[in-house]
């Protein structure tokens, strides 16, 4: 039995969204912004009461107001009952894929998990419902959560919807996203119904003029492990150019300046520095190579191996230049680390180069002081042995080197002159290539960048 399209309430879609972290809170607030009455499932009670309080979890630009705002308009509420998702129409299924414990591919056991929650607990009695995924999943996935729903007896339509949003940027990249893809089911009645249903979900945003693309299962879910293996790719080709200016001399910030004029290449994305990490990108290709590897494909994807290397190469760089600038050795010099979040307007911690880094040190014997503007807590409870602090000032006291390692705008704003009166030696290594090394040196700095000229060899190479 299908849902008659016409009789889809125009204006207002009954929605779930399973897994409520950094992906799933953000859709359900902003799905409860476009009309649509929400309510959002997760298996962790003290986030659900948090969400429902108004608090939220993480730190994400404009998701606090906008919780509040949704909360109090009454179409947004978090739980952790299944049974109160059975008449929603559309189920967003936004759990974590993380990559497994010694292994490259993804962890579905939450997927997994969530679909049976789905199986048990929705009632399509009435007419079908969707299951729209967002979770990064490997290329398969959808085909076989299909297959799961039809032999659960369920009249449920598996669309698989990836997301693209930026930590950071959660909020706007979700109701402005610059394209909205569908990965449809092979039956097209199946398919023109779940098509139906969600471009009712996302009428006010499609109206806009944002591209939406139509695809099958495979398509959509290659689609995004495609986009995150591109940017990573284009991190790491970056990151190897850093490598070959550090041993000629060349400067990085020069070199990505102007190749970036080409519009083919274009220069986003390509900043040299400590590198990718984060809940997606690292975790995102290793399960793509790893399911190629399933697929008897890998071979498509060896280059993958290569940018993870690169990669990781990066943050032991980063170590190492902070070594050499005390002397090679660690034990008896104070180490400041600025920033630990795996980006700037995040909190998220998960492989976080710069956490890597500073954890690196710390157990290479220094007297290691991190701070971050958003992560302090996080961090706090997350390693404990860490000596962590709120400011810049408490951190740099008395440091021999300090480290910039994730590029907030007030890390960026830092007055080199302010800075040398707190240290006791005046090194820094600029893990973001952020700041001006000119200006630091004249500050009295031993500036380091990555694949970048300091001092008088960077005046030179301006002119
Ligand atoms: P997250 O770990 O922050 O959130 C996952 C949430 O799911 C947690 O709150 C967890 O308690 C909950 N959960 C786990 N099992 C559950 C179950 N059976 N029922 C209900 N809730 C359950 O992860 P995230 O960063 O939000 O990512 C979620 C997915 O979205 C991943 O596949 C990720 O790759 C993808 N994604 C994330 C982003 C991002 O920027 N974070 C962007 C695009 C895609």
Redesign the pocket.
Known sequence: QLIDPVKVRLSSVRISV???????AVHAACMASLGHQVIG????EA?VASLNSGVPP?YEPGFAELLDEQLAGGRLEFTTDPGRIAQAQIHFI?????QLAGRYAADLS?VR??VQ?LIENVDTSKGPAVIAG????PVGTARHIQDLCDESGNDLIVVWN??????GF?VTDTVHPDRIVYGLPDDPDRAEVGRKVLDECYAELLATGIPRLLTNHPTAELV?VAANSFLATKISFINAMAQLCDATGGDVTQLAEAIGYDDRIGKKFLRAGVGFG???LP??IRAFMARAGELGVDEALTFLREVDAINLRQRDKAVEMASNLLGGRFVGHKVAVLGAAFKPNSD?LRDSPALEVAQQIWSRGADLVITDPAAADALRSKLPNLNVVDTVAEAVAGADVVLLLTEWQEYRDLDPRELRALVRTPNIVDGRNVLDPQRWADAGWTYRGMGRLAGPAAARAQV
Not at 94 to 98: D, E, K, S, Y
Not at 162 to 167: A, C, G, H, K, V
């Open positions: 399973i897994g409520c972290g950094y992906l799933g499932l997760d298996v962790d986030k993480f936004a759990v974590g894929t993380p939450y998990a969530a929650t967002k979770s990064t999943v990836p997301e693209f949003l930026r930590e959660a995004k984060g809940g997606c975790k995102d998220d």
